[in-house]
């Protein structure tokens, strides 16, 4: 294997070798830290050619034979298969002073061991051979006592032999107090020391090991992960290796978290200690809670905590941490503060730490997943214990006490009850869920329980409702009988309305607000407020008046900055301007978490139907991206349909179908409750609107939930079904769906239906049916609603009065549906009513008109992604046309006025229809008959539409044909 950064140390043996074969006896210390490579640096050494003709004894010495004398000297005879010398004892005065005597005594207390008979005088023999002699001892300061002191003797009576001796050993401070180590470096020898890789190193074994070099930023960014260890290099790589060529950082896996408990276990038990403490407080932590633990514990020695003065750099993909006191790391790991200080040197000097903190996240959790969970929580808590006694945030002493999954009495509670708040502020839900679910595993009293579970509700909410509901189903009855907050109630009863449970909601309202203050009884309003006006449910009955439920009697003004009042002014009056501005306005002067989600939703939706889709569809983006940066999903999914619906209104179907699709998947189905009508019938309606019939399908194939068609949204799922029904040629079906809108709407909010065309539905359903009569009727219902806001629901009902007027009466009030759908900005109905308006100026005989607004109707519905409703021959110039018919060798083309009484016979018009429609005699309806005959060749009336096709001759709208009966 290639070595890297370790050409010197290798030069340094290769000249020992010299030396030693010329016939001076050599002892080379090779010194390092785990990982550091000493022993790949031995192999690599005695592999080398030039070693092939050296005797080489190799052994590696183990922590659990130092109490088997003579066990490693047994290894290195026996690995080259040596048998010992007849037994010889070594003369004590061969033994040199200093080095072991018999009275000498192992550090646990029992008699060193003595050398076997004869296994130096084995060892000399070897040397004075033919061939050089190599004796490689790793980790030799865990050699036995009578191995190292036959070693020490080799090395006395080698001086003018050929001996090679190396020795690896570790750097560590418990390696360098062993007899083995103390006694080795006595000796002449030479050292290698083995330092980390420098960056330039790490560079080039990750080239070798990838194929290619690498950009400085990831060489960097391993250099800084590691501290050039090579064991955590090579594992960092093994575990980055998929990545291939592609790999642009180091990541984390197995063969780290191995290499990271290989370097731990390494050490003396005091270093795991230290390191476990590290880790578990390797999280953002105060510097003045810590600063306070440390007073508060013993004093240590200035030397001690000097090393500790500041804080470190941050370590490689963590947040920047506060250094955490030495006296507060020496308590929590049992440990003297200078034997803490030695072991944090000592894992620094392998690469696992930076300072006082750990270089990788990685190396965290594979230390703390080594801890038994009865360890690791005992940890924890005394952790929780400090920070809490030094005065730390609730949220870092929390943090820890649900490591130990534990509730300290009698401030447990409190501490974790204040740091969800807090984590729910700081919008981590998850955190917050945890504390909360901790609290409420240990709490017997029933009302705290209930307001434990409101609070996880609350948090769980932002993220999935359908979570959130398996706390709040159990608090119905006690939300009924008055025993929660009225914060609490209110969020029982929200629960219930996205469920679709509207009328027991309406009930509880009715029924608590009487028996609240007048605070608490605004807060319970808006709820009644939401419920009639965004679920589109009812207005209270008169008994429900009479407890002062009346919405428009208790207004909040004061929770929300008056966004309250400000909407129910838009929804209920006539919209202006300023009124619509002062909505929007109040929605962007509060923080997202501080409103009623629904309510906001209302909000926008209210804007956009007062003909102001634009400022509406700003202030949404605006709060939209408020909500993904607090990572609040539920709120993402309903702004997103409101967005997309918003699009739907200004008739960008590709932005609406997109943004209802997406709002649709970003949350479980049955998170939506009844609210998932909002995207389904935007994007039904979008998908229908640009021709995807499969994908509208697919979407009408899902399962929704009954209680959905008891609100608005069930409404409008409806009315997107219907027009689905229509587009597809099924328009009984859609006639269906219509009558079951008009059902119930009469059953909800009246004050809802301007805003709802389900009349012009009707309209458009029987126009298709061949009921003119009946669809004249429900457009003139449409226009004669009162107090009506919405340009677009107007213009829709004019647009279907239009469909079943006489031509000249037809243009002028396609004119007006023009305006209206210019003013509130919908593009897709302004495509069709331009194509109306041009298929009436082609029946007056306008052509040149006709063409032109043609034209307008094929632009707009180009910027909606929908097919153009007007026919293709509308948009051709007349002379190309010409052109195209001589270049055919066809007949002449008709006069206009021919061209215009052949297209409505065709169309199935009577010769007195046809009078009637452009206002000439039956005589000469007649005459253009005859000689658009004799120019077609058609011999009878049932030839005509098959002759103007075969001849293509222009005609009346296929799209406005399919709308109109000759019966109008």
């Given at each position: 294997m290639r070595l890297f950064d370790r050409s010197n140390d290798l030069h340094i043996l290769n000249e020992a070798f010299t030396e030693s074969a010329s016939g001076n006896g050599q002892l080379v210390i090779i010194v390092g830290g785990p990982g550091a490579g000493k022993t790949q640096l031995l192999h690599e050494f005695l592999d080398t050619p030039d070693r092939l003709g050296a005797r080489i004894l190799q052994g590696t010495a183990c922590p659990t034979e130092q109490d088997q004398p003579m066990s490693l000297l047994r290894k290195l005879l026996g690995n080259d298969g040596v048998e010992t010398a007849p037994s010889v004892t070594v003369p004590p005065t061969e033994v040199p002073r200093g080095a072991f005597t018999p009275s000498e005594e192992h550090r646990d207390g029992t008699a060193p061991g003595e050398p076997e008979p004869g296994t130096t005088e084995t060892l000399l023999r070897l040397a004075d051979g033919e061939r050089p002699l190599v004796v490689a001892v790793d980790d030799a300061h865990l050699m036995d006592r009578a191995s190292l002191r036959a070693v020490v003797h080799l090395l006395h009576r080698s001086r003018f032999r050929r001996i090679l001796v190396v020795c690896t050993t570790s750097g560590q401070p418990d390696a360098a107090r062993s007899a083995a180590y103390t006694e080795l470096i006595r000796q002449p020898h030479r050292r290698a020391r083995l330092g980390p890789l420098s960056e330039r190193a790490v560079g080039e074994l990750i080239a070798a090991q990838t194929g290619s070099p690498r950009p400085a930023g990831v060489v960097r960014a391993f250099h800084r992960a590691t501290a050039g260890n090579p064991l955590l290099v090579h594992a960092l790589l093994d575990d980055s290796a998929r990545f291939g060529r592609e790999m642009d950082r180091p990541v984390a896996g197995t063969s780290y978290r191995q290499a990271v408990l290989s370097l731990v276990h390494r050490g003396e038990p005091r270093h795991v200690r230290v390191i476990r403490t590290l880790a578990a407080l390797s999280a953002p932590v105060s510097v003045t809670a810590l600063s306070a633990a440390a007073s508060a514990a013993p004093s240590a020695p200035a030397s001690a905590t000097s090393a500790f003065a500041s804080a470190s750099a941050p370590a490689f993909g963590t947040a920047p941490f506060a250094p955490a006191s030495l006296a507060v790391v020496a308590e929590l790991a049992d440990t003297p503060p200078a034997g803490a200080e030695e072991a944090i040197e000592a894992l620094d000097s392998v690469g696992l730490l930076d300072g006082h903190?750990?270089?990788?996240?990685?190396?965290?959790?594979?230390?703390?997943?080594?801890?038994?969970?009865?360890?690791?929580?005992?940890?924890?808590?005394?952790?929780?214990?400090?920070?809490?006694?030094?005065?730390?945030?609730?949220?870092?002493?929390?943090?820890?006490?649900?490591?130990?999954?534990?509730?300290?009495?009698?401030?447990?509670?409190?501490?974790?009850?204040?740091?969800?708040?807090?984590?729910?502020?700081?919008?981590?839900?998850?955190?917050?869920?945890?504390?909360?679910?901790?609290?409420?595993?240990?709490?017997?009293?029933?009302?705290e329980r209930n307001a434990l579970s409101a609070a996880l509700a609350r948090a769980e909410w932002r993220t999935n409702p359908a979570a959130a509901g398996t706390h709040l189903e159990p608090l119905r009855r006690a939300a009924l009988e008055g025993a929660l907050s009225t914060r609490d109630t209110a969020g029982v009863l929200r629960h219930m309305l996205w469920q679709g449970d509207t009328e027991l909601a309406a009930e509880a309202v009715a029924t608590l607000v009487s028996g609240h203050s007048p605070e608490d009884a605004q807060i319970l309003a808006e709820v009644e407020f939401v419920r009639q006006w965004f679920y589109g449910i009812a207005l209270p009955t008169r008994s429900a008046r009479a407890t002062g439920l009346d919405p428009r009697r208790h207004v909040p003004t004061c929770r929300n900055g008056g966004l309250t009042a400000q909407v129910a002014m838009l929804v209920g009056g006539v919209a202006t301007d300023d009124c619509a501005a002062a909505v929007a306005q109040a929605l962007q002067g509060h923080q997202l978490g501080h409103l009623n989600l629904e309510l906001v939703a209302m909000a926008l939706l209210a804007i956009a139907h007062a003909d102001r889709p634009a400022l509406a569809a700003d202030a949404c983006g605006t709060l939209l991206e408020c909500a993904a940066g607090r990572r609040a999903t539920t709120w993402q999914a309903l702004l997103g349909s409101v967005r997309a619906e918003i699009a739907l209104l200004r008739g960008d179907m590709t932005t609406a179908a997109q943004g209802a699709r997406r709002a649709l998947d970003s949350l479980h189905e049955q998170s939506w409750g009844v609210l998932a009508g909002l995207p389904l019938s935007t994007a039904i309606f979008a998908h229908t609107a640009m021709g995807a019939y499969d994908d509208a399908e697919e979407l009408l194939a899902r399962d929704v939930p009954e209680p959905m068609f008891r609100t608005v949204f069930g409404i409008q799922y409806l009315r997107a079904r219907g027009h689905h029904y229509l587009a597809t040629d099924r328009p009984f079906a859609a006639l269906n769906d219509f009558e079951t809108c008009s059902r119930l709407m009469r059953q909800g909010n009246s004050s809802l239906q301007k805003g709802i065309p389900w009349r012009s539905d009707l309209a458009l359903a029987n126009l298709r049916i061949g009921r003119p009569g009946t669809a004249r009727k429900w457009a003139e219902e449409q226009l004669r609603l009162p107090g009506g806001h919405s340009s677009r629901a107007r213009a829709m009902g004019l647009r279907m009065l239009a469909a079943t007027s006489k031509p000249h009466r037809r243009a002028t009030l396609l004119r007006e549906t023009i305006d209206l759908l210019k003013a509130c900005g919908d593009q897709h109905t302004l495509a069709q009513a331009y194509a109306d308006l041009s298929a009436a100026h082609y029946e007056l005989g306008e052509y040149a008109r006709a063409r032109l607004v043609a034209r307008q109707a094929a632009r707009e519905a180009e910027a909606c992604s929908v097919e153009s409703p007007v026919d293709a021959h509308l948009l051709e110039d007349p002379a190309t046309q010409s052109e195209a018919s001589g270049a055919k060798g066809g007949p002449a083309l008709l006069s206009d006025a021919e061209c215009r009484v052949a297209g409505l016979a065709a169309l199935g018009y009577t010769n007195r229809e046809i009078s009637g429609r452009l206002h000439v005699t039956i005589s000469t309806v007649e005459q253009h008959l005859t000689r658009v005959y004799r120019k077609l060749n058609v011999a009878s009336r049932s030839e005509l539409p098959s002759k103007m096709l075969e001849h293509r001759i222009p005609k009346l709208s296929d799209r406005w044909a399919a709308t109109h009966s000759p019966a109008g």
């Open positions: 903190v750990l270089r990788h996240p990685t190396a965290a959790t594979a230390v703390l997943d080594d801890m038994t969970p009865a360890d690791r929580g005992e940890l924890h808590g005394r952790i929780a214990g400090l920070l809490y006694r030094s005065g730390a945030p609730a949220r870092e002493v929390a943090r820890h006490l649900r490591a130990a999954d534990r509730v300290p009495s009698p401030w447990g509670a409190s501490v974790l009850r204040a740091a969800a708040d807090q984590a729910l502020a700081a919008d981590d839900v998850e955190s917050c869920g945890g504390y909360l679910r901790l609290v409420l595993r240990d709490c017997s009293d029933e009302r």
